[in-house]
């Protein structure tokens, strides 16, 4: 059974950092390429990041590139999310999940495990 434990997420203000940790088990690894995603109150989940296998490529959306850093520790069956120049529009709970497929050009990852349940990420402004 695939469990996913998202922990790190917080209260932060307007221009700060947090580094979100995703804890995987129940299915390989450090042969899956692995994914960040987000929900805001009333929105859909939407995609944020993706890095391969490896953790030597990673892909990441339009509104969080340049600012949000993925990363990976095979050993540790964990993927990160290091979150700088925080804004309000960041607000949102975020999950991690294992990606089935991905794409490149406008990145994306589709899944099939059951989320996790999150970890709540507050900016204020």
């Known amino acids: 059974q695939v469990q996913l434990v998202e922990s790190g997420g917080g209260l932060v203000q307007t221009g700060g950092s947090l580094k979100l940790s995703c804890a995987a088990s129940g299915r390989s690894f450090d042969n899956n390429a692995m994914g960040w995603f987000r929900q805001a109150p009333g929105k859909e989940r939407e995609f944020v990041a993706h890095i391969d296998w490896s953790g030597k490529k990673a892909y990441y959306s339009d509104s969080v590139k340049g600012r949000f850093t993925i990363s990976r520790d095979n050993a540790k069956n964990t993927v990160y999310l290091q979150l700088n120049s925080l804004n309000p529009e960041d607000t949102a709970a975020y999950y991690c999940?294992?990606?089935?497929?991905?794409?490149?050009?406008?990145?994306?990852?589709?899944?099939?495990?059951?989320w996790g349940q999150g970890t709540q990420v507050t900016v204020s402004s």
């Open positions: 999940n294992y990606c089935d497929a991905i794409t490149l050009i406008h990145p994306t990852c589709d899944t099939s495990e059951a």
